[in-house]
């Protein structure tokens, strides 16, 4: 029987639950570290140019046409082969195409976008195959609309992960692959590279996230910063709250979504799995675009006259990226590392006839990893609690600019109150009751 | 402050380090899946298991199917009449999720513990 259905989504595996007392460690250690920098913290914003060490030598490297050129003819040709998959390849487990999506495209831009910047953009397919076109480059300017379509598009990506039926079948996902196709190339074609920048959910999610890496361009040369500095030096575009925000309401629905609790009282319920998944998911969003709009409303009453126009909830949207990444490595490390091997491997056989095209076929899958679910279940804790860390000195260093001096720290209760919930909430669903 | 603090978090280990020694699974488990008039039982049960333990899965069913172990890739052909019962040792630790078929429900979640 085995290999003959098609299979029910990547991922077959989830870690273990976390232990309780390391849910509760990890919350106590939250409370205890916001407290401990924002009451020993600053009085004035420390971060507000961007600075950092430049290295004429990279830029020039990396700049150049060959290495460009070389690396977006490889980015290109991955996807390719991914596609080549999705429409003459197998309705089977062995399918890269899933994989290909879910796992090194949707985590895989996490890793590249903290470690190498903004390379996603750079590197992008659609940009590659429109570089005949003058205004497809990444260096336009972002439309009026900032990236609040990417938002909306992050959501619609969401639902495809944890809502939509047989989600892992050829024959859903063409049809999800054929709208994105329309939804950037038809774009790109009317407004410029700029389209891709503000409304590709990926190219949205890794531009945000390049915020928070050691790399920034500055003046044209990359140089090497405090990604702390990055994050809250560089103006948000319009909308980056809502990523940010769509981005924590689909994590923890998956968390959510996942737990047994919420599967039994799916399964015994007369109203269709379909329409509690999306309600669901939409609940969790608008759970956490509520709490944090309180929070912000609470904040602004405190703010300066002359600072009122920009709201607090777009001046602190970039704060909220340390969270979202906290979140994907407790929750993705693992999934990555394991099927991240496995997408390797089918890769090379994307008919599923037992080819072997870049000869990693015949290769195993290391699951070394198992054999220390402590260390893992440390690290989710670990990369909750650290991002959540990073998220209060920015938000703080963010939120001093326009607070009187006599009011900094009570007006900045409510957000940190709703940091701690969000982090809180983050690691007791990976308690998963 | 900071010695305040390292003594909060010292003492928060102390007690994670108690916690944690005290859980052990067991070195067997049993899943019991009937499957009668297209409703399933058990919905979304928790069966944990030590690594390396054995975990047996009875199945009675009025209609054929097959009970899926994620992860594990084991897929077993149930038939109606006597039961079906299927054994195997859980060597890959984590949470798998158990499903039938046909109808498709999740019956359960596989815990392997380390």
């Not at chain 1, 407290?35 to 961007?50: K, N």
């Not at chain 1, 410029?192 to 949205?204: I, K, N, Q, R, T």
């Amino acid at each position: 029987m085995t290999g003959l259905l098609p299979l029910h989504g990547v991922g077959s595996r989830s870690d273990l639950p976390l232990p309780f007392a390391l849910v509760v460690f990890g919350a106590a250690l939250v409370v205890v570290l916001t407290f401990v920098l924002v009451l020993r913290s600053w009085g004035r914003a420390r971060w507000t140019e961007p600075r950092g060490r430049a290295l004429p030598g990279l830029t020039r490297l990396v700049d150049h046409p060959v290495t460009r050129w070389a690396l977006r003819l490889l980015v290109l040709a991955a996807n390719v082969v991914a596609w080549v998959a999705l429409w003459a390849g197998p309705d089977k487990v062995s399918n890269p195409f899933p994989g290909f999506l879910f796992v090194w495209v949707w985590v895989g831009l996490v890793v590249v976008s903290l470690l190498t910047g903004t390379s996603w953009s750079a590197l992008h397919p659609v940009r590659t195959l429109l570089a005949w076109r003058a205004g497809s480059s990444t260096t336009t300017p972002m439309p009026r609309w900032g990236v609040w379509p990417g938002a909306l598009a992050l959501a619609g990506f969401g639902f495809l992960e944890l809502v939509q039926p047989d989600r892992a079948t050829t024959g859903v996902l063409r049809w999800w692959a054929l709208a994105w196709l329309v939804w950037v190339v038809a774009g790109t074609l009317r407004h410029g590279g700029a389209w891709l920048a503000s409304s590709d959910p990926f190219e949205v999610y890794a531009s945000a996230l390049a915020r928070i890496s050691p790399w920034q361009r500055i003046d044209g040369v990359i140089c090497w910063v405090n990604p702390l500095r990055q994050v809250c030096s560089t103006p948000a575009p319009r909308g980056l709250w809502g990523v940010a925000l769509v981005l924590l309401g689909t994590t923890a629905f998956d968390s959510l979504g996942s737990s047994l609790a919420w599967v039994r009282a799916v399964q015994s319920s007369a109203v269709p799995a379909l329409a509690w998944g999306t309600v669901g998911l939409l609940a969790m969003i608008a759970l956490v675009v509520a709490l944090y709009w309180g929070a912000c409303a609470l904040l602004d009453r405190h703010a300066r006259p002359e600072h009122t126009p920009l709201r607090s909830w777009h001046r602190l949207g970039p704060s909220l990226l340390p969270i979202v990444v906290g979140y994907v490595i407790a929750h993705y490390t693992t999934l990555f590392v394991l099927e991240g091997q496995r997408v390797l491997i089918t890769l090379s056989d994307p008919l599923g006839r037992g080819q072997n095209w870049f000869g990693t076929a015949e290769w195993g899958v290391d699951a070394s990893i198992f054999e220390h679910p402590s260390l893992v279940a440390w690290l989710q804790v670990a990369g909750i609690v650290i991002g959540h860390a990073v998220a209060v000195v920015a938000a703080h260093d963010l939120a001093v600019r326009w607070l009187p001096t006599e009011r900094q720290m009570t007006a900045q209760v409510p957000i940190l109150a709703v940091m701690v919930v969000f982090t809180c909430g983050g690691l007791l669903l990976l308690f998963a009751p | 402050m900071m010695t305040r603090v390292a003594v909060v978090v010292l003492a928060l280990l102390v007690v994670l380090t108690g916690c944690s020694g005290s859980s052990k699974a067991p070195q067997t488990a049993t899943m019991t899946i009937v499957i009668a008039d297209g409703s399933v039982s058990p919905n979304g049960q928790r069966v944990e298991v030590r690594k390396g333990g054995t975990v047996t899965l009875e199945v009675t069913t009025d209609k054929a199917t097959i009970i899926h172990v994620h992860g594990y890739e084991i897929e077993v052909q149930a038939n109606p009449g006597a039961p079906t019962t299927h054994e195997f040792t859980a060597d890959k630790p984590g949470a798998f999720e158990i499903e039938t078929h046909d109808p498709a429900v999740i019956v359960g979640q596989l815990v392997v513990k380390s």
